[in-house]
């Protein structure tokens, strides 16, 4: 009989359910603000009442335990939230581990959002079957996870694979939300494109826009993608030269840009690194999307429990 799990993903805007099966199934969905009150309500408060209503509205199987991915740097080994750099009031130290047991009664793993992203590729994604993977979600920020082989990279208490946070200009950067200075994060997430097409003027609201009038073939517009683009392959030249990966896998909105992003990015990863380490070296846009961290969640909670 197949077993079935509760994912539960945790971002700064929402949480997002999901009933999960031993093969990496999504079988049911649900989906609530965290910010809709601005945070009064603690984030934690409000998952708990989605778990609650979400379990009590269906008939749910027996679950197995449930698998947390949530956003900040999450301890892994205890479950609790050790830090954040973007403004959720109150969520350093909420103990999501203790908390979510004490109240369902089941076992519980809780794991960082992006580490858990890369692991649902793993499990059931465009990066079935590869043991050393590097995955960047490029959206407000950049989030990372490394798989190095076949295991998730976690570091001594789970924080690993924060790429956001390396210093790709930190002599003469751009200041970064965790106080430090020139983080790769800066550089390569979307909102460094707006900024890059604002500064040359260029009428330019959101990373749509700006995909939209490169594809028309805009010179300028072109001019400034390409100089976000080098950005993201030189950090990524930098993590190859470091893990040797088989695949690195490009997540966020922006991903579904093949010709405009992925395409020249692949070219320029593969470009920047010595011969030997862009031999077989794939770079592939994730598959999952809105799914990835609440299935990876549950993969993490299977290997880990
Ligand atoms: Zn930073």
């Not at 517009?221 to 470091?242: F, Y």
């Amino acid at each position: 009989m197949s077993k079935t799990y509760l994912g539960v993903d945790i971002g700064g805007t929402a949480v997002k359910l999901g009933l999960v099966d031993d093969t990496g199934r999504v079988l049911r969905r649900a989906e609530r603000s965290v910010s809709f009150d601005g945070y009064k309500t603690p984030i934690l408060d409000t998952v708990q009442t989605a778990i609650r209503d979400f379990l009590g509205s269906h008939d749910v199987p027996k679950l197995e335990g449930i698998g947390v991915s949530a956003t900040g740097q999450i301890d892994s080994r205890r479950g609790v939230v050790a830090g954040t750099c973007g403004n959720f009031p109150g969520w350093i130290g909420v103990d999501i581990k203790g908390t979510l047991e004490r109240e369902f009664g089941l076992p519980l793993t809780v794991a960082n959002d992006a580490n858990c992203m890369v692991l649902g590729e793993v499990w059931v994604g465009a990066a079935k079957g590869y043991t050393d993977v590097i995955g960047v979600t490029l959206g407000t920020g950049v989030g990372g996870g490394i798989i190095t082989g076949g295991r998730l990279l976690e570091g001594a208490r789970g924080l690993g694979g924060e790429l956001g946070h390396f210093r790709l200009h930190a002599l003469d950067g751009v200041a970064c939300t965790c106080g430090a200075i020139g983080c790769y994060e800066r550089y390569a997430a979307t909102t460094a494109l707006v900024r890059g097409a604002q500064k040359m003027g260029l009428d330019a609201p959101d990373g749509r826009a700006i995909f939209e009038a490169a594809a028309a073939g805009n010179a300028r517009t072109l001019a400034v993608l390409n100089d976000w683009i080098s950005e993201i392959a030189q950090g990524l030249a930098g993590l190859v030269h470091i893990f040797n990966p088989q695949l690195i896998l490009i997540g966020g909105g922006v991903s579904a840009q093949q010709e405009l992003l992925i395409d020249p990015l692949a070219a320029q990863v593969c470009k920047s690194v010595m011969p030997a380490f862009a031999e077989g070296l794939e770079i592939k846009a994730a598959a999952l999307q809105n799914d990835a961290g609440l299935v990876g969640a549950v993969y993490y909670f299977r290997e880990n429990q």
